[in-house]
Each structure stands twice: as C-alpha cells, then as structure tokens.
C-alpha cells in the first residue's frame, strides 16, 4: 500500500498563502499522478490540480494564476503552493495518488490512494 501523509493547512486572511505537502511512501509501487482535490461543506469533491510523472501540470479554472502544483519524485511529495487566498477556498484539501506495479508486457496494475485532508480556512 502506497501511505499519504499531508501537511501544511490552517487558518489564514484574504489574500495570503498556504504550502501543503502530501508525502507518499511508496512501498514498492511507482507513482503516476499527484492531484489536489478539495471539499467544501456541502458540496462535492472537486479537482483543483494535477501533476503528473513527467511534471506536466493542469489546473481548475479557479485557481489558476493562484495555485501551484509541483512535485519533488525524489521524496515522493506533492506540494501545492496558495497564493492571494479567498474565502471561497475554504475547503477540506486532499492529496490523491495513482500508483502501479508493473506486470510486464508494458501492463499495469493501477491504485488510487488518498490522503486523510488538511482543513484550509480563508477568514474574509
């Protein structure tokens, strides 16, 4: 099993930042993606960013020109830097990996793994 562990939420003002960290032990997998999701109350999960192995990067019309997805392969991390923060963002964050063994053949057993949430509170 691939084990998440994030980092980085809390409570900050319009208009500042916030780091999150999601750090994946690996266990023997390989990790594909790393994407941010995030739950505000009431409503669904939603994507707010993704990053893949080779680092290509995609973002939620909301966030973009705020956020930044990035990845460190070699601590196996993600981290999402949120910059000019609105009370919009107030949201439950989660990490979610897709990991795989490979099976030979150019084959793949695919994982999906999440991480336990860190709450980001933007007071107005």
């Known amino acids: 099993q691939v084990q998440l562990v994030e980092s980085g939420g809390g409570l900050v003002q319009a208009g500042g930042s916030l780091r999150l960290s999601c750090a994946a032990s690996r266990n023997g997998f390989s990790i594909d993606s790393m994407d941010w999701y995030r739950q505000a109350p009431g409503k669904e999960r939603e994507l707010v960013a993704t990053?893949?192995?080779?680092?290509?990067?995609n973002y939620a019309d909301s966030v973009k020109g705020r956020f930044t997805i990035s990845r460190h392969n070699a601590k196996n991390t993600v981290y999402l830097q949120m910059n000019n923060l609105r009370p919009e963002d107030t949201a439950v964050y989660y990490c979610k990996v897709l990991a795989y063994l490979p099976r030979g053949f150019g084959r793949r057993e695919t994982y999906t793994y999440w991480g336990q949430g860190t709450q980001v509170t933007v007071s107005s």
């Open positions: 990053c893949t192995d080779g680092g290509d990067t």
